[in-house]
């Protein structure tokens, strides 16, 4: 049984660490396709696909600090639907639009609803794991 205990406590450390790291991915991403959407894209883009790619990149951001939040203080399970709520919530929310900016087919925008979803679900989730907290 301490077997047992023992690898469970190693498998969430393993969890934790690579929550940290997408985390930290998420957050660097953000900022990497901000300045590529500034410097790169500047005058490739007409001004509702910039819209498009300033929309995307603030709330990659914004859940990026999210997700770091959640990995940091969320606790449980509603935790761990936290930190994966807002990483899918990251990839369909922002990369549809990101890829609606950049051309992609109308019918792209049918995927980002789903990333706004994913976001309300993480933040219930985070809210309800911080107030679930004792001590």
Do not use: K
Request: positive net charge; glycine residues 16%; charged residues 10%.
């Amino acid at each position: 049984m301490a077997r047992q205990a023992r690898e469970t406590v190693i498998s969430r450390q393993t969890l934790d660490r690579r929550a940290g790291v997408l985390a930290g991915v998420a957050g660097a991403s953000a900022v990497l396709l901000g300045a590529f959407g500034a410097h790169a894209l500047r005058g490739l883009l007409d001004a509702s696909h910039r819209e498009l790619w300033h929309t995307a990149v603030n709330y990659h951001a914004w859940h990026a600090l999210a997700l770091a939040l959640a990995v940091g203080v969320g606790r449980g399970r509603s935790g761990r639907v936290a930190v994966g709520a807002f990483a899918c919530g990251i990839v369909l929310f922002s990369g549809s639009l990101y890829a609606l900016a950049l051309g992609a087919p109308h019918w792209t925008g049918i995927i980002t609803p789903f990333g706004g979803l994913a976001f309300v679900i993480g933040w219930i989730a985070l809210g309800w794991s911080l107030g679930s907290r004792t001590g």
